[in-house]
């Protein structure tokens, strides 16, 4: 009788343990928040002391369906103490069920079916509202400017020395007699500063056709040759000269470097030119050629984007477009209204980042500073006007 009574009591203990563990409750299922439509999110609520429970939760497990009455199959799983999980098997469009089972050491517990829960696109990611809020500002300039370019008002442009002396340039070596000398460099004509290098060509182009001076340009890619012969041509049209261009003029040398700036230099002492314009990408040739132009005694116009070679054009050439002045050459010699004001908007941009990160290098600064002095007040309003700024 009492071996009865102890198996009984034995037996209505592992009862009470079985019963111990229970499921997870509140779960909710819903599409992951600016995303493709890939994932749905998955939450659920833990028991208020999960380590008072007389059976050891080892985590829980996901089961996921297609319909409430399918078959769930796993997908994941996540240890004890988690309360959420993000399935990114999913597919856009489809209805999916789930089921959270607790899984302790020797039992589990399986929730209700929740759902119907579907994955979708959405159109715009929140997190990303600032380029968004850039992107309105930035297009809202450029259309402005634009129209006030159309309308005729006189939008400033600084100065840049090297554009204004091409005149000055291609005038001289015109008195001397001289021919005058043009080299993209090393650039392909996927480079966009052999594409503004372009523009500055037929600018030369058509001050040479002007005066009668020779132009030679000699090329290392012939891809690029082919676009210079078609913009060369086009501007000795432009002022009635058609038949002072010379398709033998803007030729090929090579595609090896230290070939390519042996060529040149070869070509500047024979021919001697009065002028010489390096606009273009550039790479350890640019000295080798430079010095070459400066021993002749030819007036040189360098530009590059390449920072490497930027002091080796500065220290040999008399004037040097440095960076983004190759880039906006286009806009500066031809007054394009559509140019013009892309222009004059991208800059006021640029200027805006700049005073932004500024001024956020200052409130990083003063941050510090007032932590190290350790006043509350002072601190607890920093804080305050620090995360308005982020969360609003």
Not at 113 to 118: E, K
Not at 329 to 347: I, N, V
Not at 359 to 387: V, Y
Request: aromatic share 10%; proline share 5%.
């Amino acid at each position: 009788m009492k071996k009865m009574t102890a198996m009984a009591l034995l037996l209505l203990a592992c009862c009470s343990l079985s019963s111990a563990l229970e499921p997870p409750q509140d779960i909710q299922a819903a599409d992951a928040p600016n995303d493709e439509g890939q994932a749905i999110n998955l939450s659920w609520s833990l028991p208020p002391h999960p380590e008072a429970s007389p059976v050891p939760l080892k985590g829980f497990q996901i089961l996921r369906a297609e319909s409430p009455d399918g078959e769930f199959k796993e997908i994941g799983f996540v240890l004890a103490g988690k309360s959420g999980y993000s399935d990114t098997g999913v597919k856009t469009g489809t209805a999916y069920y789930y089921k959270i089972k607790a899984l302790g050491l020797s039992d589990s517990a399986e929730s209700q079916a929740v759902g119907p829960a579907t994955a979708t696109a959405q159109w715009f990611d929140t997190s990303r509202a600032n380029v968004l809020v850039l992107t309105i500002i930035l297009t809202f300039l450029l259309i402005w400017y634009i129209e006030r370019a159309k309308k005729g008002d006189q939008l400033y442009i600084r100065k840049i020395q090297g554009l204004d002396a091409i005149d000055e340039a291609v005038g001289r070596s015109t008195e001397l007699g001289k021919p005058v000398l043009y080299s993209f460099g090393l650039g392909e004509i996927r480079d966009i500063v052999t594409v503004a290098s372009l523009a500055i060509l037929r600018q030369v182009a058509v001050r040479c056709a002007q005066h009668g001076t020779e132009l030679l340009v000699p090329n290392w890619d012939p891809i690029v040759m082919a676009a210079a012969q078609e913009t060369v041509q086009q501007a000795y049209s432009e002022p009635g000269r058609p038949d002072l261009y010379k398709e033998g003029n803007v030729t090929f040398l090579t595609s090896d470097q230290f070939g390519y700036a042996a060529g040149v230099d070869g070509m500047m002492l024979r021919q001697k030119p009065g002028a010489v314009f390096f606009l273009g990408y550039f790479y350890a040739e640019a000295l080798l050629m430079s010095e070459t132009g400066h021993s002749i005694g030819a007036i040189q116009i360098a530009g590059t984007t390449a920072i490497t070679q930027l002091p080796f054009f500065i220290a040999s050439c008399d004037y040097t477009l440095i960076g983004e002045e190759m880039l906006a050459a286009s806009c500066y010699l031809k007054r394009d209204p559509q140019l013009l004001g892309s222009l004059k908007g991208e800059d006021l941009v640029k200027a805006f980042l700049i005073w932004g990160f500024a001024l956020m290098s200052l409130w990083a600064t003063l941050g510090i500073i007032l932590q190290k002095n350790g006043n509350p007040a002072m601190i607890n309003a920093f804080n305050f006007i620090r995360d308005w700024f982020i969360t609003g």
